[in-house]
C-alpha cells in the first residue's frame, strides 16, 4: 500500500469515526536499533499529543542492514522513508548530491547555534545543516573499577595501549566467563573498522597516503592488526568476530567484560538498569600509543529527510520534537539526566544537574578530543576519523572488515590479511580512478 492511500485511508477511517477530523499524514522513519533510538519510540505519546495529525510508523533495523536498505532507497530516489537516521559518514556525501533536504529553516526556537561545533560541522554543507543529530558521541574506555582494584591496578585517564594489554591480562579469568577486553569484531564499516580505523590512528596508520595509495602493507596497519588479534586471541570472549556495539554491550553489562572500548553513549546503557556491574564501571579516554593521536571517534546519528519524501512539512516537524531541547528535557523527566541523548547541545554540558552524570565529563572531553579534518599522524588527503570520506568507502571498508573478522575467527594471518585488503583497496581505487 502507498504512503498517499495509507494516509488517505486513514483520513477516511477518521472522518466515519468523528464525522469531521482533520485528514492525518503517515510518515515512515527508518532508524537504527540502538538503546536510544528504541527509547525514543517509547516516548511517542508526546509527540502524538503535541502532533494528532501526524501518524509516525517506525522502520528499526540493524545497523549494517540499516545503511543498506536506507542507501538503496535515497540513491533511487525510491521515496520509501521520509526520516531516515544517518551518521556522519553520509551526511557530506548524499547532501553534496542534492539527496537530503535542508534543515536550515527549522523554526528560531530549536537554537541551531546552541550544537556543539564539531557535530554541527559535521552536519552542514555549503550552509545548510543537512541533517539534525539526535546523539553524538567519540568513544572512550569503559572498565570495571573492582576488577581493576582486585588487580592491583588503577585505570589512569588517558591510558596507552600498554596499559591496555596489562589490564587485560590481569582480568581475564576464563574459567569464570570473565574477559579482560571486549572489542568490535563483526564485519562492517560501521562496525569492526570503525573501531580499527580509529585504533590505526594512535598507531600511526592511515588509510591512504597523500596520493591516495593504500598503506595496509606499511608497518604502521601491520603494528594495529598485530597488537588488536594478540589482545582478543588472549584476553577477548569466544567468537568475537560475530560481536559489534550491541553484542559487546549485552557482554559487559552481563559483568563478562573487564574494559569494553567503544561508544560513549554506551555509558548510559553499562551504568543503567539492565546492567549487572552499573554500579562499578569507571570512564577513561580511548588508548594512544604516545604518537599524539588517541583511538577515538566521532560520529553523530542524526535524523535527515530524503529530497523523495513527499512529506517534508511533517517530517520536518518530527525532526524537530525529536533533537530539540525539549526532548531532552522530556527523556530526563522520564529516564533521568544519565539517560538523555548526549553529545549534540552545548546547554546540555552548562547544565548543573548533567554535570553530576559520571560520564558526562568524559564524553565530552572525548568528542573534543577528536579531529575529523587531521586524524592520523601522517597527512592525508581525507577528513574523518574512524571512516573517510569519500563514496567508495563504504563498499571497501565492509570488505577489508570481512578480511580481518575472518583473521580474529583464525581463517587467515595477519600478514594474509594485510596483503588482501591491499590488494583489494588498490585495486578498488584504480577501478574509482583515484590511482593509476
Not at 535524523?303 to 516537524?317: G, H, N, Y
Not at 567508495?392 to 588482501?420: R, Y
Request: net charge negative; proline share 5%.
Amino acid at each position: 500500500m502507498t504512503k498517499t492511500l495509507r494516509a488517505l485511508m486513514g483520513a477516511t477511517a477518521l472522518i466515519t469515526l468523528s464525522g469531521a477530523a482533520m485528514a492525518e499524514t503517515t510518515i515512515t522513519v527508518a532508524t537504527v536499533n540502538n538503546g536510544d533510538m528504541v527509547r525514543m519510540q517509547g516516548l511517542m505519546d508526546d509527540f502524538n499529543a503535541k502532533h494528532p495529525d501526524i501518524k509516525v510508523e517506525w522502520v528499526t533495523l540493524e545497523e549494517n542492514v540499516l545503511r543498506q536498505n536506507v542507501t538503496t532507497d535515497i540513491a533511487t530516489g525510491g521515496g520509501q522513508y521520509d526520516v531516515i537516521t544517518i551518521g556522519t559518514y553520509e551526511v557530506p556525501i548524499w547532501g553534496k548530491q542534492g539527496w537530503l533536504e535542508s534543515l536550515n529553516d527549522l523554526p528560531a526556537e530549536y537554537d541551531v547555534d546552541d550544537l556543539l561545533p564539531a557535530i554541527r560541522g559535521g552536519l552542514t554543507v555549503d550552509g545548510n545543516l543537512m541533517a539534525a543529530p539526535f546523539y553524538g558521541e567519540s568513544s572512550m574506555v569503559m572498565y570495571r573499577k573492582d576488577l581493576m582494584e582486585a588487580a592491583g591496578l588503577t585505570m589512569p585517564d588517558a591510558p596507552t595501549w600498554a596499559d591496555i594489554e596489562k589490564a587485560a591480562a590481569a582480568m581475564t579469568d576464563k574459567s569464570k566467563e570473565q574477559y579482560g577486553v571486549c572489542l568490535r569484531g563483526k564485519a562492517g564499516w560501521g562496525e569492526n573498522m570503525a573501531f580499527l580505523t580509529a585504533m590505526s590512528n594512535s598507531f600511526g596508520a592511515r588509510w591512504f597516503d597523500e596520493n591516495w595509495v593504500p598503506q595496509f602493507d606499511q608497518p604502521e596497519w601491520k603494528a594495529t592488526l598485530d597488537f588488536y588479534l594478540n589482545l582478543m586471541n588472549n584476553y577477548g570472549p569466544p567468537g568475537a568476530s560475530n560481536n559489534g556495539f550491541n553484542e559487546n554491550l549485552t557482554l559487559f553489562q552481563q559483568g563478562k567484560c573487564g574494559m569494553w572500548i567503544d561508544a560513549t553513549v554506551a555509558a548510559s546503557f553499562v551504568t543503567g538498569k539492565d546492567s549487572t556491574v552499573a554500579d562499578k564501571v569507571g570512564f577513561a579516554l580511548a588508548p594512544d600509543n604516545g604518537l599524539g593521536k588517541r583511538g577515538n571517534w566521532l560520529w553523530a546519528w542524526s535524523l535527515a529527510i530524503p529530497a523523495s519524501s513527499d512529506a517534508k512539512a511533517e517530517a520536518k516537524v518530527f525532526i524537530d520534537w525529536a533533537t530539540n531541547k525539549d526532548y531532552l528535557a522530556l527523556v530526563a523527566s522520564k529516564e533521568g539526566w544519565a539517560n538523555v541523548p548526549p553529545g549534540t547541545r552545548t546547554s546540555l554540558y552548562s547544565n548543573e544537574e548533567y554535570a553530576k552524570v559520571p560520564f558526562a565529563k568524559m564524553t565530552i572531553d572525548s568528542i573534543n578530543s577528536a579531529d575529523p579534518n587531521a586524524p592520523t599522524v601522517k597527512p592525508v588527503p581525507y577528513v574523518g576519523v574512524q571512516f573517510v570520506a569519500i563514496p567508495e568507502f563504504a563498499g571497501v571498508a565492509t570488505s577489508v572488515g570481512e578480511i580481518f573478522s575472518a583473521a580474529l575467527a583464525g581463517q587467515k594471518t595477519a600478514d594474509e590479511a594485510l596483503a588482501e585488503a591491499q590488494t583489494l583497496v588498490s585495486d578498488e581505487m584504480k577501478a574509482a580512478g583515484y590511482i593509476q
